[in-house]
């Protein structure tokens, strides 16, 4: 028995000083084939120290197999030595048989450091020089699925399954290929490859994509099957929790839905969609209370979130909460991006209030956003007459006939006050 055996036995054993010991008498006496298949052996093993040292040793001997080089890079890349790393790269030239071997490294280490375009090139550069290589392919196709690229990594992928390549690095193609065509939006496409996939290889996250994709298909029953399964799978899974409520408001089933944004806010509790839809879907049930105990839940989470605010802010409005509907929207009406419905919903709260010099300031701010709403402008007249501002409630009720020729009422009243003025 060889030295690098009796470490690799010592090794099994846990006994660690003897694997010193037998490490040491190998690297002095066994043949160098035997140590690279002991280095590549401690490396599948995570002994990264003991298998970079024998590594540099041979190199030392062996100064031009570049195979020792990538070798010595892909331990150091694992440790975060990038430097090191690519200096040892670097050594290694365009007319060596391992350079192609060397730009899939640097791709690598590149895309780890999400340094996406350099990666890009350096497996440009490989395939180029090894146009017929697969493996080369895949990794395009890999970083192009990883950046979100999916129209260029569909193509790819397409391609390795026609040449018969189903499985590449534990990695099925026809997932990944159905994958990419639902983040695409091909999702006639995204099916048919999702579906091809047995039910025992089926992943959390192709159970999801395909259940996404079925929801963009209107498949909603099978949308709901699918996100069942996910959920029983793994009941964590949050982002599925959204769809299967969307899935089951098409199938006009809110009761299920309501439960389903229940459970999922229970899972994570820090998703703002998911309290604005559930408060939707209580709402569509006339459950107020519940509607607003969710959109106050949601403002805990993410005070700023303005399409929260405003359903909440429409809330107290509906419910003739104005007082607390002024108080809560004191804090956004100072901001200049504030949304224009604010200053709507302040004018109706200050106007209940008979607050109306500030519903009628409220009023004008919204105007240059709702002149084409009749809704809007049918309380601005109101307010303004009540005002006395005689030009301006003319003014709207021309915008308005405009819009609603068939509101007599409107039309007698700035006929009225046409004659008045």
Do not use: C
Request: net charge negative; aromatic share 12%.
């Amino acid at each position: 028995m060889t030295y690098s055996e009796k470490a690799l036995e010592a090794l099994k054993k846990g006994d660690m000083n003897q694997f010193n010991d037998d490490i040491k008498n190998a690297k002095e006496n066994d043949s160098d084939d035997m140590l690279y298949s002991l280095a590549e052996e401690l490396y599948s093993l995570g002994f990264l120290n003991d298998s970079i040292d024998i590594y540099k040793g041979l190199l030392k001997k062996y100064p031009d197999e570049d195979e020792l080089r990538t070798s010595i890079a892909d331990i150091l890349i694992s440790e975060g030595k990038i430097d090191k790393a690519l200096n040892y790269l670097s050594e290694i030239k365009p007319d060596s048989p391992n350079y192609v071997n060397a730009l899939m490294v640097e791709a690598d280490l590149y895309q780890t450091q999400e340094m996406y375009s350099v990666s890009e090139h350096k497996l440009l550069e490989a395939e180029k020089i090894d146009p017929d290589e697969n493996v080369i392919k895949f990794a395009l196709a890999e970083l192009y699925f990883s950046t979100g690229q999916f129209d260029k990594a569909i193509p790819i992928y397409l391609g390795l399954i026609k040449q018969g390549e189903l499985n590449i690095s534990s990695v099925n193609l026809v997932e990944r290929l159905g994958v990419a065509y639902a983040n695409a939006g091909h999702f006639e496409q995204a099916i048919g490859y999702l579906e091809q996939i047995k039910p025992i290889d089926m992943t959390p996250d192709v159970k999801f994509e395909t259940g996404f994709t079925y929801l963009q298909l209107k498949d909603y029953a099978k949308a709901i099957e699918m996100l069942k399964q996910l959920r029983e799978d793994d009941p964590q899974y949050a982002s599925l929790y959204p769809y299967l409520g969307e899935a089951y408001i098409e199938m006009n089933e809110p009761e299920n839905a309501l439960k389903v944004y229940q459970e999922g806010m229970s899972v994570d509790q820090y998703n703002v969609n998911m309290y604005i839809q559930a408060a939707d879907v209580a709402a569509k049930l006339s459950e107020e209370d519940l509607a607003l105990k969710y959109l106050k839940e949601g403002h805990k989470v993410d005070p700023d979130n303005m399409e929260l605010i405003i359903k909440l802010s429409n809330l107290y409005v509906k419910q003739g909460e104005y007082q607390k509907n002024v108080d809560f929207l004191a804090q956004y009406v100072k901001n200049e991006e504030t949304d224009p419905q604010i200053y709507w919903n302040l004018a109706v709260s200050y106007a209940h209030l008979e607050k109306y010099d500030e519903a009628q300031k409220y009023y004008q701010r919204a105007l240059p956003y709702f002149d084409d709403n009749p809704d809007f402008l049918h309380e601005a007249i109101l307010l303004f007459r009540e005002n006395g501002q005689i030009k301006e409630t003319i003014k709207l009720l021309k915008r308005y006939v405009k819009l609603v020729p068939t509101d007599d009422e409107m039309a007698y009243m700035l006929e009225d006050l046409e004659d008045y003025e």
